[in-house]
Structure formats: C-alpha cells, structure tokens
C-alpha cells in the first residue's frame, strides 16, 4: 500500500512537472498573431528609412494610406519571391482600390540589399511595391516597431552567403498608422486581396 | 454513374499528367528525376531556386549528396519551415531517399538553392543541373525556368490546378 502511494505521489510529481512545462513552452511558443489580431496591440510606431531612389521618408510619409509591409531579403530565392509576386497579384486584383493602399518591401538585410540592389530587384515585381533599406540602426529600429524578428545566419565558413531568418507575414496599417492586421505571405494575389478589401472596408465603414 | 465517371477521368489525366512529365534517369540508378524546374530569378538576385520530384524506386536508401550548375557557383538544398511567424531556411547537407518514397522539392517547402548565379535565369531559358547521388551516381537534368515567383513549372500550371479544385470539392 505504502508503495503503490508513493508511486502514485510520483505518477502525480511527474504529471505536475509536465504540465508546467507544457504551459512554459505555452507561453513561450505561442505565435504572436494570436495576440496580435486581438487588437490594436503596440505593433508599427515611428521608422525613418531610406527609398530606393535615395529619398528619406519616415512612418508618417505614408499617412492617409493603408501600408501593406512585407520585411524580406533579395538573397532569399524561394519565400521572398514567392511574398512579392502574391504582393503583386494582389495589387492587380484590387484594381482601383489599390490607390488607397502604399505597398512597402523593406529588407531586413541592409547590408546587402543597398537602393540599387533593391531597385533592380523590384523591377520584376508591381511597380508600386517600394523599396525601403537604411542603415543597420535605422533597419534595428523598424524591426523592433514592427516586432519583427530577423536573425542572420552567417556560419564562420561562409560569411557572405548567409541566409536571415525573417518574419513570414505582410502585416497591413490603416491610414493613421495604426496596426490592422497580419496574413501570411505564402497566401496567393487572389487571398490577399480579398483580405485587404475586408480589413479596408470593415475600418472604412 | 457519374461520380465513378468522374473519378476515373480524374485517374485518367492523372496518368497523362505524369506520363507528360519531362522524366529523367540514369539507366544505372533507381532514382528517378521528375518534374525539374527553376523560377526565373529578378533583377541582379545573386541566387535562384530550382524544384523537383525525386522518386527512390529502388529496395535500398539513397541519397542526394550534392549538385552542379554551370549557372551558378555553388548549389545547396534547403528547406523553408515557419515556425512562430518566422521563416527560417536551413541548410541540408544531405537529402535522404527512403526506398519506395517520392522527395518533393515545391515552393515554401525544400529548394535547391543556387548561390552567386553567374547569369539572370530568364523565363522560357533552360540550363543544366548535374545531381550526385550515393548509389545512382550522377544524374544530369535540363531544367526548364518559369516565371519570377512561379509556384509551378509552366506547362503544368491546367493541370495541376484541376486536380487541385477536383480534391477541394
């Protein structure tokens, strides 16, 4: 009897312990839309940036205008092609309604993606998308506002084919600024667009 | 009647669907290589990513070891993950091949990444890719490029999506 107790006082320690760690890794790995599309939660705040045509602009450049953000990197080959091109297809679907929306592709390596580099880049995609780079500092600062998390992963072997881990969201602002809402960046033109006619008429009205 | 109509036709342009298929092997090897294509990469992209079905016909694994180009400097396979909100490409030194299985390289999942491309890949162009495996040994490819962003190598784009709608209903 005295046994089968402290087996079960065991079985019951055990089980504790694994629910507080179960709850831990909860909490810690929770991914953060579920908080975010909650509200207006603080996501977005002041940036200054630099376009690719060498023009400062900050946060409030773009005031009166929905902000579409993808974070993203030129050296990425497969998602970040794949955001821009969904980007893109979604700009064309919503035809005049397009006008009401400032589509942003700012990089979260500006080491590499210099205006230039970005320039080029963002001639095989719709012209309205903006390329928006700075330095290092001004880049930390946007990603901190935006809760974006980009991390490079530079080996010692290979320090300049590195990729960046980066956010797989485009998160979208309204026209005073404020955080609407995120979708994933895999979603096709046809999805996004959809999405951005709902959040816009759903804040419009 | 007409559900198993349906079903059977669906079968059917399956079947055509693959035997269209631009498939690729050695005559020594039991790995099969189906469906190889690249995006067409934007402007001044230092790399560019090809996709491709491999199929390890054989009793025994395999396994993919690495991979040449002349259209670039280095070839790599990585897989995308989300994970958090985050995507992360990791590097995969080795693709394993287990015997009877069919390893699918498609958009948003694994890539063969060309690194420092010497040339733009221009839609409509093709070029070679060289695949060296443990046991099958070398493998050559012409891979056909589409579009910039392209989820799916050109030709394939009807198909695929009719079968895609037909399992939704």
């Known amino acids: ?205 | 009647m007409k559900r198993p109509f349906k079903l059977i036709l669906s079968i059917a342009l399956a079947l055509i669907a693959g035997a269209q298929v631009n498939a690729q092997t050695s005559s020594a090897s039991s790995v099969v290589v189906e469906r190889p294509w690249a995006r067409a990469t934007p402007g001044g992209a230092k790399t560019g990513a090809a996709y491709l079905i491999l199929i390890n016909n054989g009793e025994a694994p395999d396994q993919l070891l690495g991979a040449t180009t002349p259209v670039a400097d280095k070839v790599q396979f990585h897989s995308t993950t989300e994970e958090n909100g985050m995507s992360r490409m990791r590097e995969m030194p080795i693709v394993d091949l287990v015997p009877h299985a069919k390893t699918t390289f498609d958009p948003g999942g694994m890539h063969i990444m060309l690194v420092d491309l010497k040339q733009p890949l221009k839609e409509g162009q093709t070029f070679s890719l060289s695949l060296t495996f443990a046991k099958a040994g070398k493998v050559d490819v012409t891979v056909p490029v589409a579009k910039v962003g392209a989820m799916r190598p050109s030709d394939m784009a009807p198909m695929m999506h009719h079968h895609d709608d037909t399992m939704k209903e």
């Open chain 1, 1 to 205: 009897m005295k046994t089968r107790t402290r087996r079960l006082t065991i079985i019951a320690l055990v089980a504790a312990a694994g629910a507080i760690a179960l709850a831990e890794a909860w909490f810690v790995a929770t991914p953060y839309p579920k908080v975010v599309t909650s509200g207006t939660a603080a996501i977005g705040g002041p940036f200054t940036l630099v376009t690719t045509d060498g023009k400062t602009v900050s946060d409030e450049t773009y005031r009166g205008k929905w902000l579409l953000i993808y974070f993203g990197y030129t050296f990425c080959p497969d998602a970040c092609p794949t955001a821009l091109t969904n980007m893109s297809a979604a700009l064309e679907k919503l035809g005049p309604n397009a006008s009401e929306l400032q589509p942003l592709f700012i990089t979260v390596d500006p080491q590499r993606d210099t205006p230039v580099v970005m320039t080029d880049y963002l001639k095989s995609f719709d012209s309205r998308i903006v390329g928006l780079t700075g330095n290092q500092a001004q880049i930390d600062g946007v990603l901190k506002a935006y809760r974006v998390y980009a991390e490079a992963q530079k080996s010692e072997v290979d320090n300049a084919d590195y990729p960046v881990s980066h956010s797989a969201y485009l998160y979208l602002m309204d026209p005073q600024g404020r955080f609407a809402n995120v979708i994933q960046s895999s979603e096709g033109g046809e999805e996004i667009a959809a999405w951005l006619r709902k959040q816009m008429t759903h804040r419009n009205g």
